[in-house]
């Protein structure tokens, strides 16, 4: 057994939960989260439940339905942030603003089996996030764990004044820096603006998962995921920063998107050699031979 699961007398103390909250504040500062906004669901290892169930409550929550079915997640537990909680008390109150829940036999239905405490619930957006884990996982072999939700600024100015849709701002940020292609070679989905919280925003954005492992949501902010905390946070941070760099360099260049320098598709190609990744081809425009 792990030394977190020996010594841990609490569910606080186990190394998946410390790492869950660590996500939560490090999002909080870098400033993504204001008020209530944004989420983090973690799908947790057969190994993080066998050290968790200790810590269960001794009769769990009722059943409740979701929005959406997904059957790959039958069983499943989730940590979850809970609806309206703020990221920024994660960390000082984490039993009663996140919790783990149970996914039932059906993949559309679940129950509350630690936290939440005081009447809370899991995030409004859990059957958003219960279906991109179920596509993630199955276009990962099962690696994907981590699914975020926050709102960067960059990202979101972003989507006020280019064209929405993923080729072209995936060809805008691989351009702003270099290592973001080498950050999502595959490049990241954009969703038009649609209400949050519903079935028809979490379908358009599983759709989309399908290839990418970040989505943008017009003018509200940016999905990562990833295998673990760190590739999540990281994917997050590195699509951010590389839209800070192109909302900068616009400004400095009195609003124009016609840059005097710029990554061209044969340096994207170059760096994609270099490092061997599995890049969107279709995101390149052609070789001119
Ligand atoms: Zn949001």
Redo the contacts with the bound molecule.
């Keep these: 057994m792990r030394d977190d699961a020996n010594l841990a007398t609490c569910m606080e103390e186990l190394a998946f939960m410390r790492s869950f909250v660590r996500l939560c504040d490090d999002g909080y500062r870098q400033g993504w989260h204001e008020r209530n906004?944004?989420?983090l669901t973690y799908r947790m290892a057969t190994e993080d439940v066998a050290f968790a169930r200790p810590f269960f409550n001794e009769t769990p929550g009722e059943w409740k339905r979701m929005d959406v079915e997904a059957p790959s997640m039958a069983g499943e537990f989730f940590v979850s942030t809970s609806a309206g909680s703020y990221m920024r008390n994660i960390s000082s109150e984490t039993s009663r603003y996140a919790g783990i829940v149970e996914i039932n036999d059906e993949g559309n239905a679940y129950r509350v089996v630690w936290g939440f405490e005081d009447g809370g619930r899991p995030t409004s957006?859990l059957s958003s996030h219960v279906l991109n884990h179920a596509v993630r996982a199955a276009a990962t072999d099962g690696a994907c764990r981590v699914m975020y939700?926050a709102?960067p600024s960059s990202v979101i100015a972003m989507t006020m004044v280019v064209e929405l849709n993923s080729r072209t701002i995936t060809r805008l940020l691989w351009q702003a820096m270099t290592e973001s292609i080498i950050a999502f070679p595959m490049g990241v989905g954009v969703v038009p603006w649609m209400v949050?919280g519903g079935a028809d925003i979490a379908k358009a954005t599983s759709k989309l998962m399908r290839t990418y492992d970040a989505v943008i949501?017009a003018s509200?902010?940016l999905f990562a995921t990833g295998a673990d905390f760190d590739a999540a946070f990281g994917l997050m941070h590195a699509i951010e920063k590389a839209a800070g760099v192109y909302v900068r360099a616009r400004c400095m260049n009195g609003g124009s998107d016609n840059f005097r320098n710029t990554i061209t598709d044969e340096g994207l190609r170059a760096i994609a050699e270099e490092f061997n990744l599995p890049i969107n081809e279709a995101f390149l425009e052609e070789t001119l031979i």
Aim: no cysteine.
């Design positions: 906004g944004g989420n957006e939700h709102h949050p949501w509200h902010g």
